[in-house]
Nanobody, 126 residues
Framework: LQPVESGGGLVQPGGSLRVSCAAS????????IAWFLQAPGKEREGISC????????NYADSVKGRFTISRDNDEKIVYLQMNSLKSDDTAIYYC????????????????????WGQGTQVTVSS
């Protein structure tokens, strides 16, 4: 299972961006997926996750109300819609996945995830 991120780029403060996490070739029915970010000089931070069924989503306080995570298991893809972006959101965004038997939960702890993408850069600047 190899997640692959895409959709990063440069956006102005207050703007929007959608990043994607694709996991082609694998069924996602038992795979919770999370997004983490890592800013320069800072530790990796979990910002959002979605359960395999899509019934549960969690968000860090820093992005709550601005970011929305969603998934399409048939298309094997997870999206993170980011609105009202701030300069503090500038970071490398990583997608992470693992296998589970509980399809209704997800966690924002990095230790819960086995498979990681290479990351996509998001820069918020005028």
């Amino acid at each position: 299972l190899q997640p692959v991120e895409s959709g990063g780029g440069l956006v102005q403060p207050g703007g929007s961006l959608r990043v994607s996490c694709a996991a082609s070739g694998f069924t996602l029915d038992y795979v919770p997926i999370a997004w983490f970010l890592q800013a320069p000089g800072k530790e990796r931070e979990g910002i959002s996750c979605i359960s395999p069924s899509g019934s549960t989503t969690n968000y860090a306080d820093s992005v709550k109300g601005r970011f929305t995570i969603s998934r399409d298991n048939d298309e094997k893809i997870v999206y993170l819609q980011m609105n009202s972006l701030k300069s503090d959101d500038t970071a490398i965004y990583y997608c992470a996945a693992t296998y589970t038997t509980n399809i209704r939960t997800c966690a924002l702890r990095a230790s819960e995830y086995t498979y990681w993408g290479q990351g996509t850069q998001v820069t918020v600047s005028s």
